[in-house]
């Protein structure tokens, strides 16, 4: 019966401590995928201002140079533009943005800087979209910074929180 009980606690600490390092590890995959975007920007922005690169070509190349974990996301809506599936480019980034979102760990703030992409490309001359991509960067910057600071406050709470909740349900139970 001994041995019992202590199985069950150990399990209940262990899940306990893998819900919590779940929960954590959100923050940390937030700012990872902040980063990979203001990357995927910056190429994004050499694409169109500097080499003239059309929308679709400018996507898939975002998805060839950038890191395949994120980039995903454009060469879906590349491929989405060219079956026509869309209306427009911002209808794209809508419809791939909203399947994609909780795996990207996305709080409201980062979708809208994300749909707001998909709003200015195309729509105007080489230099507009790019002051448009530079005031993307900054907000995502903002972004990061800020994704940064709650990374280091809440990873390391939830990671010993999910342990703690285990350890005294443990107790309890014991």
Same mark, same amino acid.
């Given at each position: 019966?001994?041995?019992?009980?202590?199985?069950?606690?150990?399990?209940?600490?262990?899940?306990?401590?893998?819900?919590?390092?779940?929960?954590?590890?959100?923050?940390?995959?937030?700012?990872?995928?902040?980063?990979?975007?203001?990357?995927?920007?910056?190429?994004?922005?050499?694409?169109?201002?500097?080499?003239?690169?059309?929308?679709?070509?400018?996507?898939?190349?975002?998805?060839?140079?950038?890191?395949?974990?994120?980039?995903?996301?454009?060469?879906?809506?590349?491929?989405?533009?060219?079956?026509?599936?869309?209306?427009?480019?911002?209808?794209?980034?809508?419809?791939?943005?909203?399947?994609?979102?909780?795996?990207?760990?996305? $709080?409201?703030?980062? @979708?809208?800087?994300? /749909? =707001? #992409?998909?709003? !200015? %490309?195309?729509?105007?001359?080489?230099?507009?979209?790019?002051?448009?991509?530079?005031?993307?960067?900054?907000?995502?910057?903002?972004?990061?910074?800020?994704?940064?600071?709650?990374?280091?406050?809440?990873?390391?709470?939830? $990671?010993?929180?999910? @342990?703690?909740?285990? /350890? =005294? #349900?443990?107790? !309890? %139970?014991?």
């Amino acid at each position: 019966m001994l041995i019992i009980k202590i199985l069950g606690s150990l399990m209940v600490v262990i899940s306990c401590s893998i819900f919590g390092f779940n929960i954590g590890t959100k923050y940390r995959i937030r700012v990872n995928n902040l980063n990979y975007l203001l990357n995927c920007i910056r190429i994004l922005e050499t694409e169109i201002v500097y080499m003239s690169n059309p929308v679709n070509e400018a996507l898939h190349n975002i998805y060839s140079k950038c890191n395949k974990s994120y980039s995903y996301i454009f060469r879906d809506i590349a491929i989405m533009l060219e079956d026509e599936d869309c209306i427009n480019v911002a209808n794209c980034f809508k419809i791939v943005g909203y399947k994609n979102f909780k795996k990207l760990a996305f $709080n409201s703030e980062d @979708i809208e800087i994300f /749909l =707001s #992409i998909g709003s !200015i %490309l195309g729509t105007s001359d080489r230099q507009d979209q790019k002051k448009h991509l530079n005031a993307i960067s900054v907000q995502i910057i903002n972004q990061l910074k800020e994704a940064k600071e709650e990374m280091k406050k809440n990873e390391k709470l939830y $990671n010993k929180l999910g @342990i703690l909740t285990g /350890l =005294s #349900i443990a107790i !309890i %139970l014991f």
